[in-house]
C-alpha cells in the first residue's frame, strides 16, 4: 500500500513511526513531513492546507490511504476532498470534525445529549457576554468558539479581568474570526485527563490514557503552550473511572454524533476533568493529541494502519485495543522563548544517541534539513520520550536521553510527570 500522512510535527512523526511497522505499508509519503519524519516517509513540501495540490499528488502517486492528523485540515474538509477525488482517508468528515472547530457546537451538542460538562451560555454579541459577566460567579472560563492553536481559552479569576477577556477575544480578535463567537463557561476543578480512541461511525475503543502539560514553565506557570510534555497512563484515570466515562461520556457522544447525522470516523481525543461530581468534558478535539501521541503510540501493540482502516471500514468491533504494561514520558525541547518569539535555525546535535534504543524515541516537532545538517524550525522542536517500568522509570529516562541531545537556545520543563510520582 502507498500512504501519505498529512502534517509534520511531533505527532505525525509518532503516527509515522508506527505506521512504519507494518509491513503493508511499502511506500510512505509525508506533507510537509520534517527532518526526523524523513526517516521513514518521503516529505514532499505541501502545506496542509494547500487541498488541491495534496489531492493532485495524491493521485499522481496512486495513494491508497491518506491519514490527516492536524485539526486545520480535517475541520476545513480534507477528509471529504479525498474521499470525492476517490482516495481512502482516516479522520473525520468536516461535519463531524465541527466537534473540535466550534467549541458552541459541541457544547450544544453535549447539553442535548446529557453529557456531562461545565455550565455555559454561547455568545455572538459582546455587548450580551458583558451583561451576562455582570451577575456570573468567578473564577469563570472565556473560550473562542473556533480553532486558535489550543490557545483560545482564558481563565478569569475576576470580573475586571473577565469584561478584559471579552474584549480581546471578541472586539481585538485576538484570536482572528475564532473570537466571532464564544462561549462563557463555568470554572471546574479537579484531575486532567487526555483520552484518545478510535472510532468507525458507531463503535469506541479507548486508547491509555495520558496527561499534558500545557504552561510554559515549571510547577504550571507562564503561558499556555500547544504543550510542553506528557505522561502515559494517568494514574487517577482508574478503571472504575473508565467505565462510568464509557457509560456517561464515550458511547454517548459517538452516538449523539450518528444522530446528528454527523457519523464520526477517525480519533476523538477526550479532554477530561475528574470532578468531585463525576468525570466532565473540558473539550472534544477530533483527532490525535500532540504531545500525547508521543506517549500512547509508543505503548500500543497493534498495528496502527489495521487500526486506522478499520474506523474508516467500520470495522472496529473485530479489533481490541492492547497497550504494553509499562508507563511513557515525553519531555518536549522547545526553543527559549516559545510560545512568543524564539528564534530558529540552530543545528541539533546529538541524535544519533537515540539509534537501536527500543525505550527511547526522539519526535521531531520543529526540525528542518538545511545544508545537510538537521536544525530547529520551530517553538516545540523535539519530543524526547522514553518507556519504563513505571512513571518514575520512565521519567527519569527521558531526563536522562534530554541531556543527548543539544542545539543553542534548548529549553524544557524540568518536572514533567513529578506531581505524579510524588503524589
Ligand atoms: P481546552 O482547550 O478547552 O481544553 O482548555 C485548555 C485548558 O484550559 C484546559 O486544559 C484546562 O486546563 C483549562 N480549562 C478549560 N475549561 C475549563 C473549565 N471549565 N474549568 C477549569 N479549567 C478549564
Ligand atoms: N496536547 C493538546 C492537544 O493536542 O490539543
Partial sequence: MKVLVI???????????????SDRIEKMYCAPGNAGIAEYAECVSIGVME???????AKEKSIDYAVVAPDDPLAAGLVDEFEKAGIRAFGPRANAAIIEGSKAFSKDLMKKYNIPTAAYENFDDPEAALEYLKTAKMPIVLKADGLALGKGVLICNTREEAIDGVKEIMQDKKFGNAGNRMVIEEFMTGREVSVLSFVDGKTIRIMTSAQDHKRAGDGDTGLNTGGMGTFSPSPFFTKEIEDRCMKEIFVPTVEALRSEGREFKG???????????GPKVLEYNARFGDPETQVVLPRM????????EACTDGTLDKIELEFEDNAAV???LASDGYPVKYEKGFEIKGLDAFKGKDDYFCFHAGSKFADGKIVTNGGRVLGVTAKGSDLK????????ATEWVSFDNKYMRHDIGKAIDEA
Fill in 7 to 21: 502534517g509534520g510535527g511531533g505527532r505525525e512523526h509518532a503516527i509515522v513511526q508506527s505506521l512504519a511497522k
Fill in 51 to 57: 487541498f488541491e495540490k495534496l489531492i493532485s499528488f
Fill in 267 to 277: 480519533v476523538i481525543f477526550f479532554g477530561l476533568m475528574l470532578t468531585e461530581d
Fill in 301 to 308: 501493540k497493534n498495528d496502527l494502519l489495521e487500526v486506522m
Fill in 330 to 332: 515525553c519531555v518536549v
Fill in 393 to 400: 522509570e520512565a521519567r527519569k529516562k527521558a531526563y536522562e
